[in-house]
C-alpha cells in the first residue's frame, strides 16, 4: 500500500512536463491507474456494474499522449509501446463519429488471442479523449476487457471537433 502512495511522485520525476497538467485528484487516478491490478480491478467492476469505462481527466493534450502511450499495463502484458513497427493503424469505423475512415490511433494483437489498442475519440459529451483498451487473460485465464478513457483539453478550453481532426491527420503521416 505505502507504494501507491509514492506513484504521484513517480509521476512527476519520470515525467516532468506533466507536473503542472494534474489537478491533486486527477494525479492520484492517474497513478492508482498506472498500477497494472489496479486499473484492470477498478475496470473489471465497471465492466460488472455496466458503469461505462473508468476514465482519468488531464489538463492538456500533451499529459494525455504521455500517459496514454506510456501506458504501464501495455509492457506488462508484452505488447511493448504503441509504434509503427510492432503496432498496426486503426481507422475509426462508426457511421455518426466526425473521425470514421480517418486514422485514429494502433493496435497490437498477439499470438495467444489477446490484443491492445489505443485510440483518439471525441464525441460531444466526453469531449476529446484517448480510449485504451486491452482483451488479455483474466483471473481464470479467460480473456477479459479491460478500458481506461484519457480525457483532455486543447490550450485550456474544451477542444473542438476541428481540433481533434487535426490530431487525427498527423497519426495518418
Known sequence: MRNLKLFPLLILILIPE?????SCKSLDEAAKFLNT???????R???????????????????????????????????GKPNALEWT???????????KGKT????????????????????PEA???????????GESNKFEM???????NCADHNCTPQEVLKMAEKLSK
Not at 491490478?37 to 475496470?43: G, I, Y
Not at 488531464?58 to 504501464?72: D, H, I, M, V
Not at 479491460?146 to 483532455?152: A, R, W
Open 127 to 137: 469531449g476529446a479523449h484517448y480510449n485504451i483498451e486491452m482483451r488479455v487473460p
Open 37 to 43: 491490478k489496479e486499473w484492470m480491478k477498478t475496470s
Open 146 to 152: 479491460h478500458k481506461l478513457s484519457v480525457h483532455f
Open 18 to 22: 506533466l507536473a503542472w497538467s494534474y
Open 89 to 99: 493503424k486503426v481507422t475509426g469505423r462508426m457511421e455518426s463519429s466526425l473521425l
Open 45 to 79: 467492476e465497471f465492466r460488472i456494474a455496466k458503469k461505462g469505462e473508468p476514465f482519468i481527466e488531464l489538463s492538456s493534450k500533451e499529459a494525455a499522449t504521455n500517459y496514454a502511450y506510456r501506458f504501464p499495463a501495455f509492457d506488462k502484458f508484452g505488447f
Open 104 to 123: 485514429i490511433g494502433w493496435e497490437r494483437k498477439l499470438e495467444d488471442g489477446s490484443w491492445a489498442r489505443i485510440r483518439i475519440d471525441y464525441s
